[in-house]
């Protein structure tokens, strides 16, 4: 193995290259620690408690401490370890860790995210919200079922009465009136039936 190259990422960190390809990053003092210099043979032992222990040790320690700030999804955290430049082994130990102590638990964090925003939005904006955070359709729909039956109103009939207040909504506006309301209700993840019900209702 050889050091093809070593360029600077910031003041105090180096992207090291090994046989022409990128292999990972390291501080500066690092490099030093490890003797590794610019076409000169990387040692395999030296290579191995690298990437073996030091980075997925440091993947993880940094998983924790964006936990430790607000909940993360997997895909979230893997999206944010990948900015740091660390290798996919890295991550998966970095994740596998937090896992193990349910740091990270994407069911608990779904399950959060729509008892918290069901007062709020549609069902079909929260499963967007959620599949956009990497959240199976399959898992949103599952704690929406237990979630929703545990409510004891209708919460998206509340929501849309709302908003059909809001927007003023009365039974005898003109057509093109009414259509602008109901457009306005669809971009917000309410089906159609669910509109047309309630609109009925006022």
Do not use: W
Request: overall charge neutral.
């Amino acid at each position: 193995m050889i050091v093809t190259d070593i360029s600077a990422l910031d003041k105090k960190r180096s992207k090291v290259f090994i046989d022409g390809e990128f292999a990972f990053v390291l501080y500066n003092t690092e490099l030093r620690e490890y003797k590794i210099k610019a076409d000169q043979e990387l040692d395999p032992a030296t290579y191995r408690i690298i990437t073996e222990d030091l980075l997925p040790k440091r993947a993880t320690k940094r998983a924790m401490n964006l936990l430790q700030k607000k909940d993360y999804t997997e895909k979230q955290l893997r999206d944010k370890l990948s900015e740091g430049m660390y290798s996919s082994e890295c991550m998966d130990a970095a994740i596998e860790y937090v896992k193990s102590y349910r740091y990270l638990d994407d069911e608990r964090f779904a399950r959060d995210y729509i008892t918290y925003h069901m007062e709020l939005r549609s069902r079909q904006r929260i499963i967007q919200d959620l599949s956009g955070k990497g959240i199976s359709k399959d898992l949103c729909e599952k704690l929406m079922l237990e979630i929703y039956e545990e409510s004891e109103e209708d919460v998206e009939s509340v929501q849309i009465q709302k908003l059909l207040i809001k927007k003023h909504f009365d039974k005898n506006m003109d057509f093109k009136e009414k259509q602008k309301v109901m457009a306005f209700l669809l971009r917000r993840g309410y089906s159609m039936d669910a509109i047309r019900h309630e609109m009925d209702r006022m």
